[in-house]
Structures are given as structure tokens and as C-alpha cells.
């Protein structure tokens, strides 16, 4: 079985641009979340899915940070008009217990560099 | 507000020793910890999973330890080899979407 996947691998923007992050979970897996690895704040939470349950936002760091889960399965990660502190790698994680008490697998991550 | 912490920041031991690496968590009401490697540039690989009902897990060379009362788990490596050269993550489970909230990692070298 698959594990979970996430595109681009690498992304550089310029400055002030939008950008999306995919992230493709394990199939059957209810619970998805966002995680950012930066050099200065370490690894952090961003936003969680939980089947059709509005999203946990509490972690998005600005209005500028959003999220979409479609049909339960994939989800997008947007960063509007982006920031040079926004440079980190964006990690995906999913689980299959229901309020995600269940392990969390990682995808490989998206480096943004924002120039 | 949880907050994880993990020492020592690095470590280097030869081959064949056991090691154990330190996390410690300042709210007990977690749901689970896991314990992450990571190699550079890559994602992160799940070891171990404790729930908070347990006191440990093993696979293989790896045991991990939890004492929710204290605060504290610890990761024990036996027999370590280079191939375990990576950063070790603890990250603990909880908060109202039971986000994992990470220590800062310990960077493990085995010399050969």
C-alpha cells in the first residue's frame, strides 16, 4: 500500500505569490493534518481534518494560510501572498483512528523556498 | 501550553553500544507519544507509538518507555549501528485535535 504522498517535492516562489501544496493521505485514513519544519521554530501544527468535521485552524500562524480536504480525501495547502519566513518544508501526516488518537505517517514533505 | 523537551541535543557513541535518548513533556494529559527518526532531508519514519495507557513498546532494538505521571520517555537503542545515524523525534499526542506536538530532536551518530 501506498504511503503518503505530497507534490511538489520542491517549490521556490518569489515573494508576494500564491502557492498550493498537495497532499495525497493513505487510503481509508480519516484524519489528516499540516505541519511545518522551519530552522528557527522547529517542527509545528498547522490545521486538522477529521472526515467532514469543520478543520482545526488553531496552528495556521496567519490569514494568509489556508487549507481544503475534498471528498475526504486529498488536501491542498494555500499560502497567499507569500513571505520569506514562510521558507520551510511543509509536512503532511494521516491517521486512521478517529480523533487521530491513532499513529500519524508522514509524507516526504515540500520545501518551499521563498526568494 | 505543551512543550517538549529533548536531551541531549547530540550524541555520538561506536558501534555496538546501547544508548538511551531523553524526552520530557510539561502536561501530562497527552494521548499518545511517538517517537520519529529522521534523516537529512528526507520525512519523518514512525518507530514507536505508546499510548497513553502504556508504560512501553518495543520493535526490535528499539524499546520506549512512558511515565505520564513524571513527564518523561526515554528511547533505548540497543546494539546501535551507523545505518541509526539520524535525528530522533519525540513528539507527543494531544491537545483538541490531538496534534503532535514535537521536542527539538536528538541528532544520533554511530561511528563505525
Known amino acids: 500500500g501506498a504511503g503518503v504522498s505530497q507534490s511538489p517535492s520542491n517549490k521556490v516562489t518569489e515573494k508576494g505569490k500564491d502557492v498550493e501544496l498537495r497532499c495525497d493521505p493513505i487510503s481509508g485514513h480519516t484524519a489528516l493534518y499540516w505541519y511545518r519544519q522551519s530552522l528557527g521554530q522547529g517542527l509545528e501544527f498547522l490545521i486538522y481534518f477529521q472526515g467532514n468535521s469543520a478543520p482545526d485552524k488553531s496552528g495556521l500562524p496567519s490569514d494568509r494560510f489556508s487549507a481544503e480536504r475534498t471528498g475526504g480525501s486529498v488536501s491542498t495547502l494555500t499560502i497567499q501572498r507569500t513571505q520569506q519566513e514562510d521558507s520551510a518544508v511543509y509536512l503532511c501526516?494521516?491517521?486512521?483512528?478517529?480523533?487521530?488518537?491513532?499513529?500519524?505517517?508522514f509524507g516526504p514533505g515540500t520545501r518551499l523556498t521563498v526568494t | 501550553k505543551q512543550e517538549v523537551t529533548q536531551i541531549p541535543a547530540a550524541l555520538s557513541v561506536p558501534e555496538g553500544e546501547n544508548l538511551v535518548l531523553n524526552c520530557s513533556f510539561t502536561?501530562?494529559?497527552?494521548?499518545?507519544l511517538q517517537w520519529f527518526r529522521q534523516d537529512p532531508g528526507k520525512g519523518l519514519t514512525s518507530l514507536l507509538l505508546i499510548q497513553s495507557s502504556q508504560r512501553e513498546q518495543t520493535s526490535g532494538r528499539l524499546n520506549a518507555s512512558l511515565d505520564k505521571s513524571s513527564g518523561r520517555s526515554t528511547l533505548y537503542i540497543a546494539a546501535s549501528q551507523p545505518g541509526d545515524s539520524a535525528t530522533y523525534l519525540c513528539?507527543?499526542?494531544?491537545?483538541?485535535?490531538?496534534?503532535?506536538?514535537f521536542g527539538s530532536g536528538t541528532q544520533l551518530t554511530v561511528l563505525p
Open positions: 502536561d501530562s494529559a497527552i494521548y499518545n
Open positions: 513528539a507527543v499526542g494531544g491537545g483538541s485535535a490531538r496534534q503532535l506536538t
Open positions: 501526516a494521516s491517521s486512521s483512528r478517529t480523533g487521530g488518537a491513532g499513529e500519524q505517517y
